[in-house]
C-alpha cells in the first residue's frame, strides 16, 4: 500500500463564475497579426490578352471598311466579294503568265530581289529584246506601246495642274467648312478618301458606303420632310386641342355655322404656309 504521505494531491482549479457563459476575448498576443499576415498576399490580375478571334476581327476591321463583328451577314458579303474579286484578278494574272513564261520568271527575279527590273528584261527576253526590225508585228506593238505611254504621262500631267489649281482655290472652302464644324482639315479630307473616295476607286461598294452616299444625296430632302411633317403634327394637334376646348364638332374658330365657303386658293408657302395659317 502507497504510504499517504507520499501522494500528492494536486489542487483544484479555481473556477471564476462571473466569466462563465461570457465570451472571453482573445488576448493581445492572438488579436496583434504576424509578420505573414501583415504582409499584402495581392496578387495584380494579369492584363487580358486578346484571343486569336479579337486579333482575326482587328485585322478584318482594319483591311475591310464597313466590317463590323456584329454583323455576320454584311461581313460574309463583303469578305466573299473580296475573294471572287482576287480570285478573278489571279487567274487573269495566271492566264498572262501562261502565255509567255519568260514574265513569270523576270517578275520572280525582281520580286525576290534577285535582279533589278532592266537585268530581269534583259536576261529573259535579251537587251535587245526591243530592238526589232521595222515592218514586223512586234516593232508595231512596241511603238504602240510607246505612244500609250507618252499619252498617259501627258494625261497625268494634265490632271495634275487642274488638280493643283483647283486644291488651291477650294481650300479656303474646306478650311472654313471644317471650322465651323470643329474639323482638323488634314483629319477631315483623310476621312474623306479612306471612307468614300478609296472604295470607289477600288470598286468596294459597301452598304455602309451606299447608305452614306444615299444620305449625301437626299439630306436637304429628309430634313424638308422632316419640318413639312412636324409641321402637319404641331397643325393637327392644336386643331385637336381646339376641338377639346369648343367641345364637339369643329371648333368656332374655324368654322363659323352658316359661313359661306370661301375659294380654295393655293398658297406659295406649301404645306409649311398652310400649316403656319393654322
Not at 58 to 73: C, Q, T, V
Not at 157 to 182: L, Q, R, W
Not at 228 to 233: D, S
Amino acid at each position: 500500500m502507497e504510504k499517504e504521505e507520499d501522494k500528492k494531491v494536486q489542487p483544484e482549479e479555481e473556477v471564476n463564475t462571473e466569466t462563465m457563459g461570457k465570451e472571453i476575448p482573445p488576448t493581445e498576443s492572438e488579436n496583434s497579426p504576424t509578420e505573414e499576415t501583415s504582409l499584402s498576399t495581392e496578387v495584380p490580375a494579369e492584363e487580358k490578352k486578346p484571343s486569336k478571334r479579337d486579333k482575326l476581327r482587328e485585322m478584318l476591321s482594319a483591311r475591310f471598311e464597313g466590317y463590323n463583328p456584329e454583323d455576320e451577314e454584311s461581313n460574309a458579303e463583303i469578305i466573299a466579294g473580296y475573294i471572287k474579286n482576287n480570285d478573278e484578278q489571279s487567274a487573269k494574272l495566271a492566264e498572262a503568265l501562261a502565255k509567255d513564261p519568260r514574265l513569270a520568271q523576270a517578275l520572280s527575279d525582281i520580286a525576290s530581289g534577285k535582279r533589278g527590273s532592266a537585268g530581269a528584261l534583259a536576261r529573259y527576253f535579251g537587251k535587245d529584246f526591243l530592238s526589232t526590225e521595222e515592218g514586223t508585228p512586234e516593232a508595231e506593238e512596241i511603238a504602240k506601246a510607246e505612244e500609250e505611254r507618252k499619252k498617259d504621262l501627258d494625261d497625268y500631267s494634265a490632271s495634275k495642274k487642274v488638280y493643283d489649281e483647283n486644291i488651291d482655290k477650294t481650300m479656303p472652302h474646306v478650311i472654313d467648312f471644317c471650322k465651323e464644324h470643329g474639323y482638323e482639315p488634314n483629319d477631315f479630307l483623310g476621312r474623306v478618301w479612306d471612307e468614300i473616295i478609296s472604295p470607289i476607286f477600288d470598286g468596294t461598294y459597301t452598304p455602309e458606303l451606299l447608305a452614306k452616299l444615299d444620305k449625301a444625296f437626299n439630306y436637304d430632302k429628309d430634313v424638308n420632310d422632316a419640318l413639312e411633317a412636324g409641321e402637319v403634327k404641331g397643325r393637327n394637334l392644336k386643331i385637336q386641342k381646339m376641338k377639346e376646348d369648343e367641345g364637339d364638332g369643329m371648333p368656332k374658330a374655324l368654322v363659323t355655322e352658316n359661313a359661306p365657303i370661301a375659294n380654295k386658293k393655293k398658297h406659295s408657302g406649301g404645306m409649311i404656309g398652310l400649316a403656319k395659317m393654322a
